[in-house]
């Protein structure tokens, strides 16, 4: 079945570095999302991409839909201890019924 | 607005056991999820519906599991019988329309012993 695939797996920084989480499917996706899901909670929904090449920015937060909609980035500028969580793109796959699919998530630490 | 209600929060059961879990979503929403979500990975979808028709629910194992949407706002997932594999936090989810964002619930930590 359709794989979505998140790369780092686990990421560890100090407070103020920068974080970059990256998402990739072998096939086109329709669009995608980000959530966040902070340790012992649920996911939150954080912005959905649609258009081929778009950027959409939230604060320190830099999100990224690749030009042939197989591949998205999310970046965190000076990341704050705020930021820890395990970040999931999750999207819908062109042609098949709207079936949202998570991928395997980024978990990010941040330490003082 | 009220958020995605679960229950109950944590449950404890022995294997070949069955239990249930409820979900009332937000007020209006029309779609409503049921995922899966094993330590260390993310979020599986079981079944879909829209309003109280099943969309999706080609990963839902039916020879244990069942979930039913009554008059297209709650909805409640029953296992039986429980296996130790079914241990995972259960998230229910609602969007107001397909394609939108997702609002999640705060989950059944399901432990079968």
């Known amino acids: 079945g359709q794989q979505v695939m998140q790369i780092p797996q686990y990421q560890h920084v100090q407070e103020g570095e920068d974080f970059t989480t990256y998402c990739n499917s072998s096939?086109?996706?329709?669009?995608i999302q980000w959530y966040k899901q902070r340790p012992g909670g649920h996911p939150v929904f954080l912005i959905q991409?649609?258009?081929?090449?778009e950027v959409k920015k939230q604060k320190r937060l830099t999100f990224q839909f690749g030009e042939a909609k197989k591949n998205s980035s999310l970046h965190i500028t000076a990341t704050q201890t705020t930021d820890v969580g395990t970040y999931f793109c999750?999207?819908?796959?062109?042609?098949?019924?709207?079936?949202?699919?998570f991928g395997t998530g980024t978990r990010l630490q941040v330490t003082l | 607005e009220a958020g995605v209600a679960q229950s109950p929060r944590y449950k404890i059961i022995e294997k070949r056991q069955s239990v249930a879990f409820w979900c009332n979503p937000i007020?209006?929403?029309?779609?409503l999820y049921w995922y899966q979500q094993i330590l260390g990975q993310g979020p599986k979808l079981l079944i879909q519906?829209?309003?109280?028709?099943?969309?999706?629910d080609s990963q839902l194992p039916k020879d244990r599991f069942s979930a039913e949407r009554l008059k297209g706002v709650d909805s409640t997932l029953k296992i039986q019988p429980a296996k130790l594999e079914d241990s995972a936090v259960y998230l229910c989810?609602?969007?107001?329309?397909?394609?939108?964002?997702?609002?999640f619930g705060s989950g059944t930590r399901l432990t079968v012993v």
């Open positions: 989810a609602s969007s107001l329309i397909l394609g939108d964002g997702y609002t």
């Open positions: 007020s209006g929403h029309a779609t």
């Open positions: 096939t086109t996706l329709s669009n």
């Open positions: 519906f829209q309003n109280n028709g099943v969309v999706d």
């Open positions: 999750a999207a819908f796959v062109t042609g098949t019924a709207s079936k949202l699919t």
């Open positions: 991409l649609v258009k081929s090449g």
